[in-house]
């Protein structure tokens, strides 16, 4: 006898497939949302950057002109490295000083650990524009309040122009943008600390090993995923830098350009000199560097140490 194949009633399988599109209907906002507010900039941002357009007058097609301009550019250079040189000022200290905290809170027995986290984390809740102005107004003048404390305590050279310096100014940057972020830095890293199996620490003190040991040999490359996810948007960020650079010079970065930053370029060329085709392409040329940069940290990231493939 053979067996007669069972089939599900067209309503039961009209139902399983009526079912099926819910899911997208759930998920459409996102892409309605992405479309209009990130897309449709993205595009319209490419089409700028190939005209000529002061904002009043008629937009002028003229092809790919300002990528041309922006090769022989050398403000725009200067601008790309002083990004570049103030992510990294803060960026390295930054991981390095969240590290360290890091090994501390999981190796050591620590009174009051959320407290210092929640501590730690206060400045990145700031806005970067208000830290920029309060740092201005602690430090700009020679009656600025760090200028009359260190007077007071018969600093050598105070009162210090700390404005007046390529380094001081750019040394300061960095140390803002660090001292916004290292806590958030922190708190994501110790996060990412709970996923290492405790059965492996035990295992390591049986074995001998010792803290600084197996902090290195077992935390740092069971936590490389997270290390990845906040080297990557670190550089981001960073390569966006705007407000702190902005709030603590004038609009371009002085002394001698030394904080004028590719958003700040970017920023003076489209709101100050109206030339708003090139300020698209210096955006555009901006998105693109940090997409293939992004792109070769993550791929170098994911094969050191045979991480993991997505």
Same mark, same amino acid.
Do not use: H
């Given at each position: 006898?053979?067996?007669?194949?069972?089939?599900?009633?067209?309503?039961?399988?009209?139902?399983?497939?009526?079912?099926?599109?819910?899911?997208?209907?759930?998920?459409?906002?996102?892409?309605?949302?992405?479309?209009?507010?990130?897309?449709?900039?993205?595009?319209?941002?490419?089409?700028?950057?190939?005209?000529?357009?002061?904002?009043?007058?008629?937009?002028?097609?003229?092809?790919?002109?300002?990528?041309?301009?922006?090769?022989?550019?050398?403000?725009?250079?200067?601008?790309?490295?002083?990004?570049?040189?103030?992510?990294?000022?803060?960026? /390295? +200290?930054?991981?390095?000083?969240? &590290? !360290?905290?890091? =090994? *501390?809170?999981? %190796?050591?027995?620590?009174?009051?650990?959320?407290?210092?986290?929640?501590?730690?984390?206060?400045?990145?809740?700031?806005?970067?524009?208000?830290?920029?102005?309060?740092?201005?107004?602690?430090?700009?003048?020679?009656?600025?309040?760090?200028?009359?404390?260190?007077?007071?305590?018969?600093?050598?050279?105070?009162?210090?122009?700390?404005?007046?310096?390529?380094?001081?100014?750019?040394?300061?940057?960095?140390?803002?943008?660090?001292?916004?972020?290292?806590?958030?830095?922190?708190?994501?890293?110790?996060?990412?600390?709970?996923?290492?199996?405790?059965?492996?620490?035990?295992?390591?003190?049986?074995?001998?090993?010792?803290?600084?040991?197996?902090?290195?040999?077992?935390? /740092? +490359?069971?936590?490389?995923?997270? &290390? !990845?996810?906040? =080297? *990557?948007?670190? %550089?981001?960020?960073?390569?966006?830098?705007?407000?702190?650079?902005?709030?603590?010079?004038?609009?371009?970065?002085?002394?001698?350009?030394?904080?004028?930053?590719?958003?700040?370029?970017?920023?003076?060329?489209?709101?100050?000199?109206?030339?708003?085709?090139?300020?698209?392409?210096?955006?555009?040329?901006?998105?693109?560097?940090?997409?293939?940069?992004?792109?070769?940290?993550?791929?170098?990231?994911?094969?050191?140490?045979?991480?993991?493939?997505?």
């Amino acid at each position: 006898m053979q067996a007669i194949p069972q089939t599900q009633p067209k309503r039961a399988r009209r139902s399983k497939l009526d079912r099926g599109w819910y899911g997208y209907l759930f998920i459409a906002p996102f892409f309605v949302v992405f479309l209009i507010f990130g897309l449709y900039p993205i595009i319209s941002t490419f089409q700028l950057s190939l005209q000529k357009w002061d904002g009043l007058m008629p937009a002028v097609q003229i092809g790919f002109k300002n990528y041309a301009r922006i090769l022989s550019d050398k403000v725009f250079y200067l601008s790309l490295w002083n990004t570049i040189r103030i992510w990294l000022g803060n960026a /390295i +200290p930054q991981f390095g000083m969240a &590290l !360290v905290l890091t =090994a *501390i809170f999981t %190796f050591f027995r620590v009174r009051g650990k959320n407290f210092y986290r929640a501590v730690f984390y206060l400045p990145n809740l700031i806005t970067a524009t208000s830290v920029g102005l309060l740092f201005n107004l602690l430090l700009d003048g020679d009656n600025s309040p760090i200028n009359q404390l260190l007077v007071a305590l018969g600093v050598n050279g105070a009162p210090i122009s700390f404005f007046m310096s390529k380094a001081l100014t750019s040394g300061l940057v960095s140390f803002v943008q660090w001292w916004m972020w290292f806590g958030y830095t922190t708190v994501i890293i110790l996060a990412g600390t709970t996923t290492v199996d405790k059965s492996l620490y035990e295992a390591a003190m049986v074995d001998g090993a010792s803290k600084s040991q197996t902090f290195w040999k077992i935390t /740092i +490359p069971l936590i490389q995923p997270t &290390l !990845v996810y906040l =080297a *990557i948007t670190s %550089f981001i960020g960073g390569m966006q830098l705007f407000d702190v650079p902005l709030t603590l010079s004038n609009n371009l970065g002085d002394p001698g350009k030394a904080v004028l930053t590719v958003s700040m370029y970017l920023y003076n060329q489209g709101f100050k000199n109206f030339n708003y085709g090139y300020s698209a392409t210096i955006s555009c040329v901006l998105f693109f560097f940090i997409a293939v940069m992004s792109g070769f940290a993550y791929k170098a990231m994911r094969r050191k140490d045979g991480m993991y493939k997505l």
